[in-house]
């Protein structure tokens, strides 16, 4: 099979049937063979009636239809699992992706040899509100992933099948499959200016300001298990030992000071007749416990054996 389109989706019921017949007039023209795999996040609309109707004159559609709505990360992470094609495209569901892009994406991994293509959307029909974080958004991932991508977080991309089996992802990762392909060793990945199209239809699922908190979040996860996920000793033990030797260092001059008051009948008052001292010690141990609680919290979850295990309502 050429070619697997993975669409995850939750309330788009106006544009599914309109979506489908764009994604195959495309495939027939360029004589792909394919299959199309809607992930119905759990919908409360009639998507999934929709996409049922769809698949009784089309062999080329699957289907999957969580029992309720787990994320996008989640959806194709299960998309994945299921796709067969040599080469695999996500796109959105809303018609703002447009398939017409896919013979390009798909040449860029079959003939130049890419692991994987970002679309980027240059000229964006997003209100301001949304375009600027995500600018400042994009800027940070850049800069700490070191992958040079303008959009990290654009639905429409293609991957070299093997990417897709390669990675795992989890929680709201998707906005990081670049950083995630990376990690695992496929590091020739691409981009491509793609056409982004206003909304058709009803309204974005997505947005918010937890949506770019939780992002940054997510990046300074990935970071610290790439860089110190599978050695956490040269961070904690580094830092450990210098905290270790300033302290002795300090207790060092301390006592020499006391002692030193002591012998010259000066007098010395304790460090600890200081508030400070006290706020500046409950700090530094609060912080440190929240910090190493959180990372013994991500090590235990990525060694989770049911961390990517949901609940499946029908299939298609």
């Not at 094609?85 to 569901?93: F, H, K, Y």
């Not at 950083?179 to 496929?186: I, T």
């Not at 937890?210 to 939780?214: E, K, M």
């Given at each position: 099979?050429?070619?697997?389109?993975?669409?995850?989706?939750?309330?788009?019921e106006?544009?599914l049937?309109?979506?489908?017949?764009?994604?195959?007039?495309?495939?027939?023209?360029?004589?792909?063979?394919?299959?199309?795999?809607?992930?119905?996040?759990?919908?409360?609309?009639?998507?999934?009636?929709?996409?049922?109707?769809?698949?009784?004159?089309?062999?080329?559609?699957?289907?999957i239809?969580?029992?309720?709505?787990?994320?996008?990360?989640?959806?194709?992470?299960?998309?994945?699992?299921?796709?067969?094609?040599?080469?695999?495209?996500?796109?959105?569901?809303?018609?703002?992706?447009?398939?017409?892009?896919?013979?390009?994406?798909?040449?860029?991994?079959k003939?130049?040899?890419?692991?994987?293509?970002?679309?980027?959307?240059?000229?964006?029909?997003?209100?301001?509100?949304?375009?600027?974080?995500?600018?400042?958004?994009?800027?940070?991932?850049?800069?700490?992933s070191?992958?040079?991508?303008?959009?990290?977080?654009?639905?429409?991309?293609?991957?070299?099948?093997?990417?897709?089996?390669?990675?795992?992802?989890?929680?709201?990762?998707?906005?990081?499959?670049?950083?995630?392909?990376?990690?695992?060793?496929?590091?020739?990945?691409?981009?491509?200016?793609?056409?982004?199209?206003?909304?058709?239809?009803?309204?974005?699922k997505?947005?918010?300001v937890?949506?770019?908190?939780?992002g940054?979040?997510?990046?300074?996860?990935?970071?610290?298990?790439?860089?110190?996920?599978?050695?956490?000793?040269?961070?904690?033990?580094?830092?450990?030992?210098?905290?270790?030797?300033?302290?002795?260092?300090?207790?060092?001059?301390?006592?020499?000071?006391?002692?030193?008051?002591?012998?010259?009948?000066?007098?010395?008052?304790?460090?600890?007749?200081?508030?400070?001292?006290?706020?500046?010690?409950?700090?530094?141990?609060?912080?440190?416990?929240?910090?190493?609680?959180?990372?013994?919290?991500?090590?235990?979850?990525?060694?989770?054996?049911?961390?990517?295990?949901?609940?499946?309502?029908?299939?298609?």
């Open positions: 099979m050429d070619i697997s389109v993975v669409i995850p989706l939750l309330n788009e106006e544009s049937s309109e979506l489908y017949a764009w994604i195959k007039r495309v495939m027939e023209d360029n004589g792909f063979s394919y299959e199309v795999i809607f992930v119905d996040d759990g919908s409360t609309d009639r998507s999934w009636q929709i996409i049922s109707e769809l698949k009784k004159s089309s062999d080329n559609i699957k289907a239809r969580f029992s309720r709505n787990y994320g996008k990360s989640p959806a194709l992470h299960c998309a994945f699992q299921k796709a067969q094609g040599e080469v695999v495209i996500t796109m959105d569901a809303d018609l703002q992706d447009s398939p017409d892009e896919i013979p390009e994406l798909y040449r860029m991994i003939e130049d040899g890419y692991d994987m293509v970002s679309g980027w959307k240059k000229k964006r029909y997003d209100p301001i509100s949304k375009t600027i974080p995500t600018k400042l958004f994009n800027a940070t991932a850049r800069w700490v070191g992958v040079k991508l303008h959009d990290f977080n654009c639905g429409l991309k293609s991957y070299h099948k093997d990417v897709v089996k390669s990675i795992e992802i989890y929680n709201d990762m998707h906005r990081y499959i670049p950083y995630l392909a990376k990690n695992a060793g496929f590091n020739r990945i691409g981009e491509k200016v793609v056409h982004h199209q206003s909304r058709k239809y009803g309204k974005s997505f947005g918010g937890s949506r770019f908190i939780n940054y979040l997510d990046l300074m996860t990935l970071w610290f298990l790439s860089v110190f996920g599978r050695k956490p000793m040269h961070l904690f033990g580094l830092w450990g030992t210098v905290m270790f030797f300033l302290g002795f260092v300090a207790v060092v001059i301390v006592g020499a000071n006391k002692l030193y008051a002591i012998n010259q009948g000066i007098p010395h008052p304790l460090v600890t007749n200081s508030p400070y001292f006290y706020i500046a010690l409950t700090m530094m141990i609060l912080g440190t416990q929240l910090f190493l609680a959180g990372f013994l919290g991500e090590i235990i979850s990525r060694n989770s054996s049911n961390r990517n295990e949901y609940k499946i309502r029908e299939e298609l």
